[in-house]
């Protein structure tokens, strides 16, 4: 059965002029958290978008909305039947994070379903693979101290927004592991911008991405963000403005 995305399309504020915008937040948000909050979406509906905006499993205001398979082939597949029953033609896509990877996968496994590929703070690797999930159940069910830097580090991460449900968000990493991210396995053939701060330690095999995306013949373009790291990069006004004019300029 296809998961049930929670979904809210939000219309465009002025006549339409380009394909609707799906918008695939990160790792411990949501569509509220990484997209309104940080007025993409006033950007994008002011200039005349409809927005499609999901939460993804174990994300949001009903992070158990789903039961079943949450691996990244049946979050593409409830992308497709999103864009498909909404008889929207090719959607511009925009991820950030994990969004990336997603939206890196879903333009590469449906072509046809998108017009223009926009991913922000991404990298080659999974970087969820890394999570030490046992120590994380641990240290929420007993208080046990987490050895690994890192996951300690997107715990308190993922602890710092009260409507997380941190028992979803680990079934989900679990289920994301079940399907390791590769990338050049299936390389999107849409045109392609890649977005990272230039202080983004999670960013630095983009350029791996690139040279797939070359290789392949795809038309990519690349924006570093100056001063900008992985939290900070998706509220730039200069990722917004370039995302915009890349989704529309090859229309005039």
């Known amino acids: 059965m296809t998961l049930d995305l929670n979904l809210r399309v939000?219309?465009?504020?002025?006549?339409?002029n380009g394909p609707s915008v799906l918008f695939i937040h990160g790792f411990a948000s949501s569509?509220?958290?990484n997209w309104a909050r940080?007025?993409?979406?006033?950007y994008f509906t002011d200039a005349g978008r409809n927005v499609l905006l999901i939460?993804?499993?174990?994300?949001g205001e009903d992070p158990r909305r789903n039961s079943g398979s949450w691996a990244p082939s049946q979050i593409r597949q409830a992308l497709a039947a999103i864009v498909m029953e909404r008889d929207e033609g090719p959607v511009d896509v925009i991820g950030y994070s994990l969004g990336s990877r997603l939206a890196w996968e879903f333009a590469a496994y449906n072509?046809?379903?998108?017009?223009?590929l926009v991913i922000g703070g991404p990298g080659a690797g999974d970087p969820l693979a890394a999570?030490?999930?046992?120590q994380a159940r641990a240290n929420q069910a007993t208080g046990e101290e987490i050895n690994d830097d890192y996951t300690a580090t997107i715990m308190k991460i993922a602890a710092a927004?009260?409507?997380?449900?941190?028992?979803?968000?680990?079934?989900?990493?679990?289920?994301i592991k079940s399907e390791p991210y590769e990338p050049a396995a299936k390389v999107p053939t849409v045109p392609t911008l890649l977005v990272a701060g230039d202080r983004d330690e999670l960013a630095t095999t983009m350029p791996h991405l690139r040279r797939l995306l070359k290789d392949a013949g795809t038309t990519n373009e690349?924006?570093?963000?100056a001063g900008r790291n992985h939290a900070n990069a998706v509220t730039s006004l200069e990722f917004k403005e370039k995302a915009l004019v890349f989704t529309t300029s090859d229309r005039f």
Do not use: C, M, Q, Y
Request: glycine share 4%.
């Open 222 to 225: 690349v924006l570093w963000l």
């Open 131 to 134: 999570f030490a999930l046992d």
């Open 38 to 42: 940080s007025r993409w979406l006033k």
């Open 55 to 59: 939460d993804l499993p174990g994300h």
């Open 161 to 175: 927004e009260p409507s997380n449900d941190l028992t979803a968000l680990f079934e989900l990493i679990e289920a």
């Open 111 to 116: 072509p046809d379903l998108v017009e223009h």
């Open 31 to 33: 569509g509220e958290l």
């Open 10 to 16: 939000i219309p465009a504020k002025t006549e339409v």
